[in-house]
């Protein structure tokens, strides 16, 4: 079992920035890629970064590519996803999810653990 629990959330203005992370306990950390989802009100849940276990070859959603910035920590157990430039479009509940395979990748389907989410608002 790894458990995650994600925090930073919050509220910014239009152009802010805010930085979520994502602490992980449980198995090996490092053994799992990372990524981060997120779901607007009334929409479906949708992929906006990953990152491998290693911390290489990040995978963004192109609309928050060039403004949002997937990195982790494995000696802190800790990803994180540094956003900037916010929209009010970037509304949404942000999850995090551990890939038991490690590698990088976008389908919802291969993340096995999920965290609970945090929530960003952006005004306009």
């Known amino acids: 079992q790894v458990q995650l629990v994600e925090s930073g959330g919050g509220l910014v203005q239009a152009g802010g920035s805010l930085r979520l992370s994502c602490a992980a306990s449980g198995r090996t950390f490092s053994n799992y890629g990372m990524g981060w989802f997120r779901q607007a009100p009334g929409k479906m849940r949708e992929f906006v970064a990953a990152?491998?276990?290693?911390?290489?070859?990040?995978l963004y959603v192109d609309s928050v590519k060039g403004r949002f910035t997937i990195s982790r920590d494995n000696a802190k157990n800790t990803v994180y996803l540094q956003m900037s430039a916010l929209k009010p479009e970037d509304t949404a509940v942000y999850y995090c999810?551990?890939?038991?395979?490690?590698?990088?990748?976008?389908?919802?389907?291969?993340?096995?653990?999920w965290g609970q989410g945090t929530r960003v608002t952006v005004s306009s």
């Open positions: 999810a551990a890939d038991y395979f490690g590698g990088t990748t976008r389908a919802t389907s291969s993340y096995e653990y």
């Open positions: 990152i491998n276990r290693r911390g290489s070859n990040p």
